[in-house]
């Protein structure tokens, strides 16, 4: 099992930065991969940003440029992000995958103001 906790989001207005983390606990020796997903109201979660335990990175054509993930001894994922823009606004949620299963954090509201 492998228990995943977000914190970080809020408000900020167009242009600003906000820094998003992730505490895994548990098997997180497991881990394979870290990420952050995020689900705007009437769309469909997508991914924003991963990482592997191996460090190769992937992040979604929108924010290339923009964000940064990066995982600190598989414990702590975390995603800075810059020049936000009113379309970032999202509920961004953690995700960890292991062999043969997938977990996800509770979710954290980021809002955008224009």
């Known amino acids: 099992q492998v228990h995943l906790v977000e914190s970080g989001g809020g408000l900020v207005q167009a242009g600003g930065s906000l820094r998003l983390s992730c505490a895994a606990s548990?098997?997180?020796?497991?881990?394979?991969?870290t990420g952050w997903y995020r689900q705007a109201p009437g769309k469909q979660r997508e991914l924003v940003a991963s990482?592997?335990?191996?460090?190769?990175t992937n992040y979604a054509d929108s924010v290339k440029g923009r964000f940064t993930i990066s995982v600190d001894n598989v414990k702590n994922t975390s995603l800075q992000m810059n020049s936000l823009k009113p379309e970032d606004t999202a509920v961004y949620y953690c995700?960890?995958?292991?062999?043969?299963?997938?977990?996800w954090g509770q979710g954290t509201q980021v809002t955008v103001s224009s």
């Open positions: 995700n960890a995958v292991v062999p043969a299963n997938n977990y």
């Open positions: 548990g098997t997180i020796f497991s881990i394979s991969r």
């Open positions: 990482i592997t335990s191996g460090g190769k």
